[in-house]
């Protein structure tokens, strides 16, 4: 079964709209992080955002804020005012935990949002 | 600033060449990992490592092989290359004993094609 899901293959938004791309989770483990991460066309993935299973507020970072709904197991990240420079691939990641060391990010299967002047 | 550094860019090897892929950290990281990344399929673990010669099978191993002699440095080895095994790879490093909310950090990525 999957673990993260992204049911939208590709997203269009308008420059200086808000857009919200969707993530749901599967896990039983009540200790568990969730990660978005960006890779524009250079290939690099960069680190947006982090959600904790117990953090009791929605996480932001600037322009970027997630929308976790525990009890759906949505971890939803929304990015406001966009710009063209947002235009990339998207990827929602998930930590289940704790355990010794760091277990691997298991990653969906991502989200292409092109932004249009 | 963290530095994850993949040896190649871009790699163009011929069916049954054993190939190596060379991923190198200099932020003293103890985990590193191997993805594959594929369109419409996302990113899948191939095998990470805790440790000093210490590997662990990740979700898709087959074909794979890795050795991690030091700290700094995890490669990945296709003994015997394949055109299914033609994607992007991308290796990652994070520290161990950290919060949950340590990222991973990402080389540039290798795009290998095997013909």
């Known amino acids: 079964a999957q673990k993260i899901t992204q049911t939208q293959p590709g997203m269009f938004v308008q420059e200086k709209e808000a857009v919200t791309l969707d993530c749901t989770y599967d896990?039983?483990?009540?200790?568990?992080?969730l990660f978005w991460y960006k890779q524009p066309s250079s290939g690099e993935m960069i680190f947006l955002i982090y959600q904790g299973s117990y953090d009791q507020q929605n996480a932001t970072e600037g322009r970027y804020s997630l929308n976790f709904q525990k009890a759906r197991k949505s971890a939803n990240l929304v990015i406001s005012a966009s710009q063209l420079g947002d235009s990339a691939m998207y990827f929602c990641?998930?930590?289940?935990?704790?355990?010794?060391?760091?277990?691997?990010?298991?990653f969906g299967k991502g989200t292409r949002l092109s932004v249009i002047a | 600033d963290v530095k994850v550094t993949q040896s190649s860019r871009y790699l163009v090897k011929r069916t049954g060449e054993k190939v190596f892929l060379e991923c190198v950290q200099d932020m003293d990281h103890e985990n590193m990992f191997w993805y594959r990344q594929d369109p419409g399929l996302g990113l899948r673990l191939i095998y990470f490592s805790y440790d000093v010669k210490m590997k662990e099978k990740g979700d898709i191993p087959e074909g794979y092989s890795v050795s991690r002699e030091k700290k700094e440095r995890f490669s990945l080895i296709l003994e015997s290359a394949s055109t299914n095994q033609t994607s992007m790879y991308l290796c990652?490093?994070?520290?161990?004993?950290?919060?949950?909310?340590?990222?991973?950090?990402f080389g540039q990525g290798t795009r290998l094609t095997v013909v």
């Open positions: 990641a998930m930590r289940e935990g704790p355990r010794v060391g760091n277990t691997p990010l298991v």
């Open positions: 990652a490093s994070s520290s161990k004993g950290q919060p949950m909310n340590t990222e991973a950090f």
């Open positions: 896990t039983s483990d009540p200790s568990y992080g």
